[in-house]
């Protein structure tokens, strides 16, 4: 147990890496990353990258509704913003995928800028009918505005590339997505506790307070949107790039609630339970079609019952864990991490 474990200083406090040992466990998890396409075969990889396309996406919506306070129901929508302009950039103006991904991510941006002005006016129930009332807009722009989108018919994306190098297998891409992910971590959990961050947190307190002491609401809370839907940007061009086509299919507003689900399951207010929030909710359902695919072959005559069997056991399994620990997976770790460095103390 370490002993005289106090800080004297609020940067000390804010340290991310908090002792040799935490730097260790991180630079071996790191090499395990790099490793780990070498041992894993297509299939693993796909489910990785989408994993990864998630951690984005779930970070920034964390930024926005458990550190700002802010609820958005509309993120899948500025993902098919971000998703939509990548993919126009690189086959109606053959920009480079290194330009047309940023390039995505900041009109998703300037969508979430526009989209974010009644969060001045409005919050709770409102906003979410206001963010809401966003996802359907840009899904119904996605599906008429056909001399852009090509509508339901989509529009095919080339794979990046380096020069003559493609990114054109689930083994390659990995690493670009393991790359923005990083990144995208790295960027939040600095964002979070920098002034900005503080502001955040101050405004999901008590807005009324945090103007009071001189926190511009219309400053932070644009740009919390912003901020939030750059990463949303972020990752559907990356998403959209690794499937070859966008097709406005791939934006339902039930993928807004998983996105909300991502996070209130991995942790409101902190990265790290988005990262959680994006794992579970993204490998759950497969396991439950394995699960499913398996119970078939057992009882082949119940075949029927079990697709919404699959459905019903998923939303059972996310109110369950809401009810016993409503703090999420991050509460979890932290209370592991609690227990073996008390061990064998209760205190």
């Known amino acids: 147990m370490r002993c005289a474990d106090f800080k004297e200083s609020y940067v000390k406090d804010e340290e991310i890496f908090q002792s040799l040992?935490?730097?260790c466990?991180?630079?071996?998890?790191?090499?395990?990353l790099l490793l780990f396409p070498?041992?894993?075969?297509?299939?693993?990889?796909?489910?990785?990258?989408?994993?990864?396309?998630?951690?984005?996406?779930?970070?920034?919506?964390?930024?926005?509704t458990g550190f700002t306070g802010q609820i958005s129901l509309g993120h899948a929508a500025f993902v098919g913003v971000g998703g939509y302009t990548c993919a126009i950039l690189m086959t109606r103006l053959e920009m480079p995928f290194w330009f047309a991904l940023p390039c995505g991510g900041i009109v998703a941006a300037l969508a979430g800028l526009i989209i974010g002005i009644p969060s001045l006016r409005v919050k709770g129930l409102y906003l979410c009918m206001a963010t809401l009332a966003s996802q359907f807009i840009f899904e119904f722009i996605f599906i008429h505005w056909e001399s852009?989108?090509?509508?339901?018919?989509?529009?095919?994306?080339?794979?990046?590339r380096i020069g003559s190098f493609a990114f054109d297998n689930e083994r390659s891409y990995y690493y670009l997505t393991l790359v923005f992910a990083l990144l995208a971590v790295v960027y939040g959990r600095n964002l979070v506790r920098s002034k900005v961050g503080r502001a955040f947190v101050a405004i999901r307190d008590r807005d009324l307070a945090a103007e009071i002491m001189g926190i511009s609401l219309f400053r932070y809370k644009l740009?919390?949107?912003?901020?939030?839907?750059?990463?949303?940007?972020?990752?559907?061009?990356?998403?959209?790039?690794?499937?070859r086509i966008v097709t406005p299919e791939h934006f339902p507003f039930h993928l807004s609630i998983q996105y909300l689900a991502m996070v209130i399951v991995g942790g409101l207010g902190s990265i790290l339970g988005s990262i959680f929030g994006a794992v579970f909710m993204t490998l759950i359902p497969e396991l439950l079609n394995v699960l499913t695919g398996s119970l078939r072959e057992v009882f082949p005559?119940?075949?029927?019952?079990?697709?919404?069997?699959?459905?019903?056991?998923?939303?059972?399994?996310?109110?369950?864990?809401?009810?016993?620990?409503?703090?999420?997976?991050?509460e979890i770790w932290r209370r592991i991490k609690a227990f073996f460095l008390l061990w064998p103390f209760s205190y």
């Open 38 to 64: 070498l041992f894993a075969n297509s299939y693993v990889l796909y489910f990785a990258n989408m994993i990864g396309f998630a951690v984005i996406a779930s970070v920034g919506l964390n930024l926005l």
């Open 21 to 23: 040992f935490v730097k």
């Open 301 to 330: 005559t119940a075949s029927k019952l079990f697709i919404p069997l699959k459905e019903v056991v998923f939303g059972s399994l996310i109110v369950i864990f809401l009810i016993f620990e409503p703090r999420g997976l991050a």
């Open 223 to 243: 740009t919390a949107f912003a901020v939030s839907s750059f990463y949303a940007g972020v990752a559907g061009g990356l998403w959209v790039c690794f499937l």
């Open 25 to 32: 466990w991180l630079a071996a998890f790191l090499i395990f």
């Open 148 to 160: 852009l989108t090509k509508g339901i018919r989509g529009i095919n994306v080339p794979p990046p």
